[in-house]
């Protein structure tokens, strides 16, 4: 089963942009559809975006349309989350796994979005 790393997080303006990327280690993402997720202190886990094998589709929650655009990269077995107009409450960990957290979870990428 690979390994999920996942980078890119640390502090950002509110109104500004981060770009998180997630890595797997000793396999590959395979054809799964694969998600994004989030966890803010003291709040269960959510799940953020979602694309799909093909990369053409993908479904975002009410959270972050308009505002993170979820894609992949099959060559290089890269997902990838591009965060633009960034709220305080965007501010968690960041993590990503199948839709159906099927693999091991990483060490997820930490956001804080604070002036």
């Known amino acids: 089963q690979p390994q999920l790393v996942e980078s890119g997080g640390g502090l950002g303006q509110p109104g500004g942009w981060l770009r998180l990327s997630c890595a797997a280690s000793?396999?590959?993402?395979?054809?799964?559809?694969m998600s994004w997720f989030r966890q803010a202190p003291g709040k269960e886990r959510e799940l953020v975006a979602t694309?799909?094998?093909?990369?053409?589709?993908?479904e975002y929650a009410d959270s972050g349309k308009g505002r993170f655009t979820i894609s992949r990269d099959h060559d290089q077995n890269i997902l990838n989350l591009p965060m633009n107009s960034l709220k305080s409450e965007d501010t968690a960990v960041y993590y990503c796994?199948?839709?159906?957290?099927?693999?091991?979870w990483g060490q997820g990428t930490q956001v804080t979005v604070s002036s």
């Open positions: 694309i799909v094998s093909d990369g053409f589709n993908s």
């Open positions: 000793g396999g590959a993402f395979g054809r799964s559809s």
């Open positions: 796994n199948t839709p159906w957290s099927t693999l091991d």
